[in-house]
């Protein structure tokens, strides 16, 4: 049996991502039925294990008719290892973690950090970590009241008018329009 690289289909390259067929997406929307139908057990640990089997089915479903691409530039499994240490470091943090801080972090230089984490997620670290960061503010002003200064201190923003610039271009609506919208 080959190994299984179990990230692949989340890290390839957008245009060299699994296409689901048509004839598997009955087989892919029955597994999301499960799942919806998984939530509602009740002995968490029970529940637990059923969808880790569903997600887990899933994936083998898209592994069944996709070629993985080959790993670029010499990546390898411990390639995807060094990314995972940035992505979490990334959003494990609500402030702006730099790229010179995940190279650090990774034991790689920052040129070769920014060319693998490009490479293998197919973003830039630093959109990647702007999006964890936008999207984190979008949680608060759901979630909260807080002022838009807060959130915007809280997530990294050098002050509320960086925040709104970045929440136009990622959400096409300011903070204050994307707050009275949930509300609606």
Known sequence: MPEINWLAPFTALPQKRPKVPKGTKGRIL?????????????????????????????????????IPPKLVGGATNA???????????????????????????????????????????????????????????????????????RIAKDWGFVDVSHLHNCFMNHYNCSPKEYRQQSEA
């Open 79 to 149: 390639s995807f290892t060094r990314i995972n240490s940035a992505i979490e470091m990334t959003l494990g943090s609500s402030r702006l973690v730099t790229t010179e801080e995940t190279a650090r972090a990774c034991n790689i230089n920052r040129k070769t950090f920014s060319w693998l984490f490009r490479e293998m997620m197919g973003i830039h670290y630093s959109e990647f970590n702007l999006r964890h960061r936008i999207n984190k503010a979008a949680e608060q002003l759901l979630r909260t009241d807080d002022p838009l200064k």
């Open 30 to 66: 029955n597994h999301a039925q499960r799942l919806i139908e998984a939530l509602d057990v009740e002995i968490e640990s029970i529940r637990l294990c059923r969808i880790r089997l569903l997600l887990l089915g899933v994936i083998l479903t898209i592994f069944e008719n996709w």
